[in-house]
Every structure is written in C-alpha cells, then in structure tokens.
C-alpha cells in the first residue's frame, strides 16, 4: 500500500483559490496512479481529478473542469490539486487516492483535508 497524507484546506471565499497537497510514501508508487476526490456533508464521495495509469493524462469531473488541475513532482511523490473559481459546491472533505495501475481499485486512502468555500 501506499500512505497518503493531505494538506493544505482551509476556509476560502467564493471566486478564491487553494492548493492542495498529497505526500504519497512507500516501496511501489510506481504502481499506482493518483487520484482526488471529495465528499460534501451529506453527500457520496465523488471523484474529482486524476492521473490516467498508463498515459499520465490527467482528466477531471465535470463539476471542476477548468478550475482544478492535478499535478506532481518528478519523483512522484507529491500529488497538488490547484482550485481555483472555488464555488460554495466545492465545500468538502478532500481526499488522496491511490488507484492500482489498470485497475479501478483504490488501495490507499489519506485522511482527508477540509476545504470550506463561503458565499
């Protein structure tokens, strides 16, 4: 497994920006792709962003295309989701995902960091 560790939430207002932060640690990284999703009060844990396994494309949510983009470090072990355009939609717990390599299993979960966006 992978361990994954989030930061970088905080309470923003509407039209406002944040980074997210994953450090991902382990002995296979290479194994994985690295994913965000969210999870609003109420609400199913959706997708948000993440890496194509073996193109490295990234692709997003509808709900975030334009605002949000994923990225990382060349040793891959830092994950960044940049938000931008936040929307009060967009209060959540964020969280970091490691997806097996041409699987749709999630193997690792971080613990999460809160985003709160007011109007």
């Known amino acids: 497994q992978v361990q994954l560790v989030e930061s970088g939430g905080g309470l923003v207002q509407a039209g406002g920006s944040l980074r997210l932060s994953c450090a991902a640690s382990g002995r296979t990284l290479s194994r994985y792709a690295m994913n965000w999703f969210r999870q609003a009060p109420g609400k199913e844990r959706e997708f948000v962003a993440g890496f194509g396994g073996s193109t490295g494309i990234p692709y997003y949510a509808d709900s975030v295309k334009g605002r949000f983009t994923i990225s990382r470090d060349n040793a891959n072990t830092m994950v960044y989701l940049e938000m931008s355009s936040l929307k009060p939609e967009d209060t959540g717990v964020y969280y970091c995902?490691?997806?097996?390599?041409?699987?749709?299993?999630?193997?690792?979960w971080g613990q999460g960091t809160q985003v709160i966006v007011s109007s």
């Open positions: 995902a490691a997806r097996v390599l041409a699987t749709t299993v999630y193997d690792s």
